[in-house]
């Protein structure tokens, strides 16, 4: 009931606004789908350059990016800066071995944790790691996703741990340190698109690494 009459109201509003209620709209229904809540709330301030502001990928986001980076029962799948647990709770409900996200700020951490604790129909083994995400180790990934999550120092460092690691993908959204990646010749561009994103459109890069 409270989600219609949000609706009715955003009729009476400017067609921008009447998007982004939609969008919010969609949002909380997507949270509420998987038994999850991953709004932006509080978290909205980045304390230092090396780590972006809490944004969680939207739903018709994630639809596309998992249609595009297929997966199987052996996969590993990281996500890095995984926030409040969106887009790994999304890959936790698909059948790969394992999901796993790392994030630094304990308390997004904890609700993480606690949305894959209360999430609907999940199929991967599931954990959350609380730490610096150039500091764990990746040996058993098979994808690693990232959201702009950090700055071009931790970038760099996260890509000298994984540096090596054959048959390996990266899959990076908003690729605002995409620069550092050439860095790295032995990784690749394989898959570039645009995903929906607030009230424009968001590139989307995987890397592999060969």
Known sequence: MGGGMEI???LK???WALKRTLLHHREREGDRRFGIDTEV???????????????PVHYAALEIIDARIPLGGADVFYDLGCGKGRVLCHF????????????????????????????AARRAETSVIVGDAAAQDYSDATLIFMFNPFGADTMRRVLGRVSGRSALRIVYAGPVQ??????????RVIDEFRVPYDLGRMSVVTWRHD
């Open 8 to 10: 009715v109201q955003a």
């Open 13 to 15: 509003q400017p067609l």
């Open 41 to 55: 709330a509080t978290f909205n301030a980045a304390p230092d350059l090396e780590r972006s502001p809490y944004e």
């Open 92 to 119: 936790a409900r698909k059948p790969i071995r394992k999901a796993v996200g790392v994030e630094y700020d304990p308390e997004l951490a904890e609700l993480a944790a606690e949305n894959v604790r209360t999430l």
């Open 178 to 187: 995409a620069p550092v990646f050439a860095e790295f010749p032995a990784l």
